[in-house]
């Protein structure tokens, strides 16, 4: 599967982005969509993931009631809606697949594949 994470810009705190992760090759089929986010000299860290098929979706605590990830089975995209963006939010954003139990969906390791990363950053 190659992942193609776009969406990525500039936004002043207080707006909204939205990250896509397309898959192409083949689907996502039953695995766990997941969005991770990296600034430099820190370990890449959970934001949120959903089941592609069953649609359970979980949150980095720092993001919830912010973030809403979603999916559209038809275009094979995951989606990342980012709103109240704040300075502590900008970073790489990384999307990835692979089928780690749920309970072990924040951990980078559970991902098979990864795109390329998109940035954002949130600043006045």
């Known amino acids: 599967v190659q992942l193609q994470a776009s969406g990525g810009g500039l936004v002043q705190p207080g707006g909204s982005l939205r990250l896509s992760c397309a898959a192409s090759?083949?689907?996502?089929?039953?695995?766990?969509v997941g969005w991770f986010r990296q600034t430099p000299g820190k370990e890449r860290e959970f934001v949120a993931a959903?089941?592609?098929?069953?649609?359970?979706?979980g949150y980095a605590d720092a993001v919830k009631g912010r973030f809403t990830i979603s999916k559209d089975m038809s275009k094979n995209t995951v989606y990342l809606q980012m709103n109240a963006l704040r300075p502590e939010d900008t970073a790489l954003y990384y999307c990835?697949?692979?089928?780690?139990?749920?309970?072990?969906?924040?951990?980078?390791?559970?991902?098979?594949?990864w795109g390329q990363g998109t940035l954002v950053t949130v600043s006045s």
């Open positions: 990835a697949a692979g089928s780690p139990p749920w309970g072990l969906r924040e951990s980078t390791t559970s991902y098979y594949y």
């Open positions: 090759g083949r689907t996502f089929n039953n695995y766990v």
């Open positions: 959903i089941r592609w098929l069953g649609g359970n979706q």
